[in-house]
């Protein structure tokens, strides 16, 4: 809390799980060796959930073995700080740790920025396609009647029938998308 940080509290490994899940928060320093629900199990419970995948989990534990630390790196702990332990280097990870957090997440909105403006770029050429094509048909075609369905056998009834679904895609960043 002297760092600027929101600290949330959970006495064991049960109450991290639920705290974890509910308020996902953007780090975790969790002690592996605890009744119940152990550091690892914590871990497994939060960090392979769809959408926690990012959040950073450092151990802060008695446990020095190497053979504990390898485990906790191979299951993907961000770091791991064996007790006892200066508050410096907890609070140093942890800045670290958040650092880079963000510069990932600042990488994948950027190359998701990247991905719809060539999206954008390609769909703006392909209407231009669609404009200079619809300019070349021979004038009588526009008098065709529009809402004229075409004869169709009863297996390609279904399948066109099926595939007239309706998308609707919502971001903030496309200026125009026909689907």
């Known amino acids: 809390e002297h760092e600027g940080y929101q600290v949330i509290l ?3 490994g049960e109450e991290g799980v639920k705290q974890a899940l509910s308020l996902l928060p953007d ?3 969790c002690d592996i060796t605890m009744p119940g629900i152990s550091g690892l199990e914590v871990f497994s419970e939060t960090n392979h959930r769809p959408g926690n995948e990012m959040i950073p989990f450092i151990f802060v534990t008695a446990l020095s073995a190497k053979a504990d630390v390898r485990r ?3 299951l993907g702990a961000a770091d791991y700080i064996t007790k006892p332990f200066e508050i410096e280097d907890v609070i140093a990870a942890s800045k670290t740790q958040l650092l880079k957090k963000d510069q990932l997440i600042q990488r994948i909105h950027s190359e998701k920025a ?3 403006t060539k999206l954008d770029e390609e769909l703006l050429a392909k209407d231009r396609e669609i404009e200079r094509l619809q300019k070349l048909l021979p004038e009588q075609n526009d008098e065709l009647p ?3 369905e075409p004869i169709l056998s009863k297996e390609e009834s279904k399948t066109e029938k099926s595939s007239n679904n309706v998308l ?3 971001d903030s960043t ?3 998308l026909r689907v």
């Open 10 to 12: 959970a006495e064991n």
């Open 27 to 29: 780090l975790v320093l």
């Open 72 to 74: 906790a790196m191979h």
């Open 114 to 116: 990247k991905l719809l």
């Open 146 to 148: 529009l809402n004229k």
């Open 168 to 170: 609707m895609i919502v």
């Open 174 to 176: 496309l200026l125009r």
